[in-house]
């Protein structure tokens, strides 16, 4: 069956621009997590969401950046007022919702800001 | 201290080694362990998840994991230049947040044929 699918897969933006970044997740999947994974730094937590409860939004580096997930399915990433230390590949990833489940990964979108 | 600690290597093996990857995390809390590979330009891909010490095995592949020295390891027997991937251990988080995985860095494997 169909994976996780990202878009686009690679995005080039100046400086101050917004941006946004699409994830549809698996069917039937309820959960929905957002990924950033910097040069050398490692996967780092963005926000998650489960089924219709307040998304966790904790891991969003500053206020610049906001997702919502429309009907429980497709999620959008945005990033406002683009900055350098913006660029990095923002994976999403999504589950069964249920406890420890694995995460099932796209490919994920490779974001530059010039 | 980071909560997951993995050496970033990189690391370089003749194809048929036996190739052992490592990472130590902090919080005992942790009930859950997972080992992802990832392919260059890929997303990362479930390899093996364990919920308790010891050892587990699929194939060519053995996770285990120590929780008295809060140590998890992958190792892979019969190495082949497909295996040739970062490798992420995670694990799962605890209370209330048990949805959230922490990643270690990763380390970059290299098979050479």
């Known amino acids: 069956g169909a994976g996780v699918s990202q878009s686009p897969s690679n995005k080039v933006t100046e400086k101050g621009k917004d941006v946004e970044l699409r994830c549809d997740p698996i069917?039937?999947?309820?959960?929905l997590y957002w990924y950033r994974q910097s040069l050398g730094q490692g996967l780092e937590f963005l926000i998650y969401?489960?089924?219709?409860?307040?998304?966790?939004k904790s891991g969003l580096p500053s206020d610049r950046f906001s997702a919502e997930r429309t009907g429980g399915s497709v999620s959008t990433l945005t990033i406002q007022r683009t900055q350098q230390e913006d660029s990095a590949v923002y994976l999403c990833?999504?589950?069964?919702?249920?406890?420890?489940?694995?995460?099932?990964f796209g490919n994920g979108t490779r974001l530059t800001v010039t | 201290q980071k909560e997951v600690e993995q050496d970033p290597g990189p690391l370089s093996v003749p194809e048929g080694a036996i190739v052992s990857l490592n990472c130590t995390y902090s919080?005992?809390?942790?009930?859950?362990f997972m080992w992802y590979r990832q392919y260059s330009r890929k997303g990362p891909e479930l390899l093996m998840y364990?919920?308790?010490?010891g050892n587990k095995e699929d194939g060519r592949f053995t996770a285990q994991v120590d929780k008295s020295s809060k140590y998890i390891s992958l190792f892979i027997r019969d190495s082949q230049p497909s295996d040739s991937a970062t490798y992420l251990c995670?694990?799962?988080?605890?209370?209330?947040?048990?949805?959230?995985?922490?990643f270690g860095k990763g380390t970059l494997l290299t098979v050479n044929p």
């Open positions: 990833a999504s589950s069964s919702g249920t406890v420890n489940s694995p995460l099932h």
């Open positions: 069917s039937g999947h309820t959960a």
């Open positions: 969401f489960q089924g219709n409860s307040a998304p966790d």
């Open positions: 919080n005992s809390a942790f009930q859950y």
């Open positions: 364990t919920y308790s010490s």
């Open positions: 995670a694990k799962g988080g605890s209370g209330g947040s048990n949805y959230k995985l922490t």
